[in-house]
């Protein structure tokens, strides 16, 4: 069974960092893109980020270019978004995903992340 | 970059309707367009990708077509169970990727 968990979500101060993980398993982990998208409370889908499987091919939405880092460690069946620079408008669920040659197929219960002073 | 925008924003029809959703994205994409539903306080689900291939499991109700820059998803019969929010998704420039503005459907 395909599962994903995603962590380190809070309670962050404007400007500062917080960093998620997404724990994957059930799939071959290195076989697939994966990908970060978040939810503000009350709206749509915002695609954030995408990562390749062997990391070669990296994007970002231009909201969040400069400020976050998408990373994954297939060793650890693990994927990363390292946020830094942080703000209310960054306020949102962070779901991890797991990418079939384009559509996202699995994701996981999501994170909250609340940007506030 | 790639706008993709959804039409309606909202929509309300009675059970045994049919519904169809739009989404047009600014510049072609060929068929690289998924549909996703997300129920009320639930995670999105993948319906339908490559504009027009139902994801296993999900009930033949569901159709999407078209191709290059309009798109449409119909549900033949509307149910209870159907009430959600639809989205929309490009897929042609991964890693970047676009989800449309959302379709609430409701029931009257």
């Known amino acids: 069974e395909v599962q994903l968990v995603e962590s380190g979500g809070g309670l962050v101060q404007p400007g500062r960092s917080l960093r998620l993980s997404c724990a994957a398993s059930g799939f071959t982990f290195d076989d697939y893109a994966m990908h970060w998208v978040r939810q503000a409370p009350g709206k749509g889908l915002e695609w954030v980020s995408g990562i390749s499987w062997n990391s070669g091919s990296i994007g970002y939405a231009d909201s969040v270019k400069g400020r976050f880092t998408i990373s994954r460690d297939n060793a650890k069946n693990s994927l990363y978004l390292q946020m830094n620079s942080l703000r209310a408008e960054d306020t949102a669920l962070y779901y991890c995903a797991k990418s079939v040659a384009g559509p996202f197929d699995y994701w996981g219960q999501g994170t909250l992340v609340t940007v506030s002073s | 970059d790639i706008q993709m925008t959804q039409s309606p924003s909202s929509l309300s029809a009675s059970v045994g309707d049919r519904v169809t959703i739009t989404c047009r994205a600014s510049q072609g994409i060929s068929n690289y367009l998924a549909w996703y539903q997300q129920k009320p306080g639930k995670v999105p689900k993948l319906l339908i990708y490559?504009?027009?291939t139902l994801q296993s499991g999900v009930p033949s109700r569901f159709s999407g077509s078209g191709s290059g820059t309009d798109f449409t998803l119909t549900i033949s019969s509307l149910q209870p169970e159907d009430v959600a929010t639809y989205y929309c998704q490009k897929y042609n420039s991964a890693p970047a990727l676009t989800f449309g503005g959302g379709t609430k459907v409701e029931i009257k």
């Open positions: 490559a504009a027009s």
